[in-house]
C-alpha cells in the first residue's frame, strides 16, 4: 500500500475531534487500493492505521560501509574500463 492510501487508513480510523466515530475496517476496505490496483485486507489496513505515525528507522548500509573489498573494487573498476 503507498503512503497515501496509508495516510487515508490512519486519518479514517483517528479521525479528529471526539464526536466523529471511527470508521470501520469493512468500510475502509472499500476507500482504499493497494499498489497492484486491489482491495487490502483487512490486517494490512488495522496495522497501517496503527502504525502511520510510527518513526522510521534508519534504511540501507551505514554511510562507508562496503559489501565489496579493496581487491574486489579493483578487479570491478578494471573489468568496467576495459569494457
Same mark, same amino acid.
Given at each position: $500500500?503507498? +503512503?497515501?492510501?496509508?495516510? $487515508?487508513?490512519? *486519518?479514517?480510523? /483517528?479521525?479528529?475531534?471526539?464526536?466523529?466515530?471511527?470508521? =470501520?475496517?469493512? +468500510? !475502509?476496505?472499500?476507500?482504499?487500493?493497494?499498489? +497492484? %490496483?486491489?482491495?487490502?485486507?483487512?490486517?494490512? !489496513? @488495522?496495522? *497501517? *492505521?496503527?502504525?502511520?505515525?510510527? @518513526?522510521?528507522?534508519?534504511?540501507?548500509?551505514?554511510?562507508?560501509?562496503?559489501?565489496?573489498?579493496?581487491?574486489? +573494487? =579493483?578487479?570491478? $573498476? %578494471?573489468?568496467? /574500463?576495459?569494457?
Amino acid at each position: $500500500m503507498d +503512503d497515501a492510501n496509508r495516510a $487515508m487508513c490512519y *486519518a479514517l480510523r /483517528h479521525p479528529p475531534g471526539r464526536k466523529t466515530k471511527p470508521m =470501520k475496517y469493512t +468500510d !475502509i476496505r472499500k476507500l482504499v487500493r493497494k499498489t +497492484d %490496483g486491489r482491495l487490502p485486507t483487512i490486517s494490512s !489496513i @488495522a496495522e *497501517a *492505521a496503527a502504525t502511520y505515525m510510527d @518513526a522510521k528507522g534508519q534504511r540501507g548500509r551505514p554511510q562507508g560501509s562496503c559489501k565489496t573489498s579493496k581487491e574486489e +573494487d =579493483k578487479i570491478i $573498476m %578494471g573489468t568496467f /574500463h576495459r569494457l
